[in-house]
């Protein structure tokens, strides 16, 4: 019944604005044929006619006004249950033809007080707000703040599920809990797992140089992709609950000291690191998170046990494991490894040495690029990343032959540098 009436009158009002409109355009016309006729008859100046049409022009907008504020409150009529909806946006406030004019008329018969405020107030801010300023590019100190604070944040270093290392010495290591590694990275290329990675923000992955450069073109990174949260490498199998996919970035960034060419030779050499952005940033899971990076000159002490983690080869030329594994290995001091036959050559203050006298234990194929995390401060640190070992040749664990991985302490300048001038370069391109 309330709608019926509200139709009923919604019709009545209709009519009345039509006629009222229809009545102001009769007389609107008479006087325009009495100006004309006193025109004729009287032979004003066009100054004259133009004074008339001013006066004119009030005389309607006074009257409209009238009429407005009538109608608004009739409209605003307390005894009115149902909110009528406000045709009027998208329409502006200035009229210039007879046409808008009988339009702005029917509208504003149509709104209510609380409506032509709310009206008033949209074009008004639409007109006059201001876009928000940017933040201003940060120098690298602030930077550097803010990473490690929000290192802090994400909890670095930190699993959510604690790993099982009981057995010290274990042949080929033990299967990892799952999750128990949550930054670790496997690197695939056409659709096969080929390399380690380590994750070390939300952003940015850090493995081994001569995994993109064991030939010519293989450091396009199309032909890459990353996975995290991984636990089986196996051919095209996928983890959904936990795993995450990522393509690459930009180009991979080496080291500058970096000698290609040797890599491409097969040589083992100086500077075996890669850096990684993912294109878009990981997120933080239990089965995701990022190690921490040691400070400048932190590194492990001889004798120090320490976890390597990968989905390598258990068995030299033997397809990859099934799952995640792991191993616990003490580090060797530089000076007893150089000593070591086939080392010295190859050995540089940019290497640390992990791995037992009588071998058993070790990375291998598949595992470069993997993490040597050890433990201190109540978090793990990435502090190497998986390189060479068996002096140069392809064998692994091996007696008298300690695995071999870069020394991250000494690149973490490096890598924070190249981390900060990506950000410059990409809030520069904003």
């Known amino acids: 019944m309330k709608l019926l009436l509200w139709i009923m009158c919604t019709i009545i009002l209709c009519i009345r604005s039509s006629d009222s409109i229809n009545s102001r355009e009769n007389v609107k016309d008479e006087k325009k044929k009495d100006d004309h006729s006193n025109e004729s008859s009287i032979g004003h100046s066009k100054e004259a006619l133009i004074d008339d049409s001013k006066e004119s022009l009030i005389d309607h907008t006074k009257d409209s006004l009238i009429d407005h504020i009538k109608d608004s409150r009739m409209h605003n009529d307390p005894r009115r249950t149902r909110w009528r909806?406000?045709?009027?946006?998208?329409?502006?406030?200035?009229?210039?033809?007879?046409?808008?004019?009988?339009?702005?008329?029917?509208?504003?018969?149509?709104?209510?007080?609380?409506?032509?405020?709310?009206?008033?107030?949209?074009?008004?801010?639409?007109?006059?707000?201001?876009?928000?300023?940017?933040?201003?590019?940060?120098?690298?100190?602030?930077?550097?703040?803010?990473?490690?604070?929000?290192?802090?944040?994400?909890?670095?270093?930190?699993?959510?599920?604690?790993?099982?290392?009981?057995?010290?010495?274990?042949?080929?290591?033990?299967?990892?809990?799952?999750?128990?590694?949550?930054?670790?990275?496997?690197?695939?290329?056409?659709?096969?797992?080929?390399?380690?990675?380590?994750?070390?923000?939300?952003?940015?992955?850090?493995?081994?140089?001569?995994?993109?450069?064991?030939?010519?073109?293989?450091?396009?990174?199309?032909?890459?992709?990353?996975?995290?949260?991984?636990?089986?490498?196996?051919?095209?199998?996928?983890?959904?609950?936990?795993?995450?996919?990522?393509?690459?970035?930009?180009?991979?960034?080496?080291?500058?000291?970096?000698?290609?060419?040797?890599?491409?030779a097969g040589v083992s050499v100086d500077n075996d690191l890669v850096l990684l952005k993912l294109a878009r940033p990981a997120i933080i899971t239990k089965w995701v998170k990022p190690i921490c990076l040691p400070e400048k000159d932190e590194e492990p002490e001889n004798g120090e046990r320490c976890v390597i983690t990968g989905y390598g080869q258990t068995i030299p030329n033997v397809g990859p494991p099934s799952k995640l594994k792991q191993a616990i290995v003490p580090i060797v001091d530089f000076e007893t490894c150089q000593n070591k036959e086939g080392y010295k050559r190859l050995l540089t203050s940019n290497m640390i040495c992990a791995g037992y006298k009588d071998g058993g234990v070790d990375s291998c194929k598949m595992d470069s690029g993997g993490p040597l995390q050890c433990f201190g401060n109540e978090r793990w640190v990435v502090s190497g990343i998986t390189s060479w070992g068996d002096a140069g040749q392809t064998g692994c664990a091996k007696a008298l032959r300690p695995g071999v991985y870069t020394k991250v302490s000494n690149y973490s300048s490096w890598i924070k540098n190249m981390m900060y001038e990506d950000y410059v370069a990409t809030r520069n391109q904003q």
């Open 85 to 264: 909806p406000p045709f009027h946006y998208g329409f502006h406030h200035r009229f210039r033809t007879d046409q808008e004019s009988r339009l702005r008329e029917i509208m504003y018969s149509w709104m209510s007080l609380g409506d032509i405020w709310k009206y008033w107030w949209y074009h008004h801010n639409k007109r006059t707000t201001v876009p928000p300023t940017p933040k201003p590019i940060l120098d690298y100190d602030e930077w550097l703040d803010e990473w490690n604070t929000e290192q802090e944040h994400i909890g670095c270093g930190l699993q959510d599920i604690e790993p099982r290392l009981v057995d010290l010495r274990i042949i080929g290591g033990t299967s990892a809990i799952r999750g128990s590694w949550p930054w670790m990275v496997s690197l695939k290329t056409a659709g096969q797992h080929f390399c380690g990675g380590v994750l070390i923000s939300r952003e940015w992955v850090v493995s081994a140089a001569h995994c993109m450069l064991f030939m010519p073109g293989m450091d396009d990174p199309t032909l890459w992709e990353i996975r995290l949260g991984r636990f089986d490498p196996a051919f095209n199998v996928t983890e959904p609950k936990t795993e995450q996919t990522f393509n690459i970035s930009g180009k991979p960034i080496f080291y500058d000291g970096l000698d290609v060419e040797q890599f491409y």
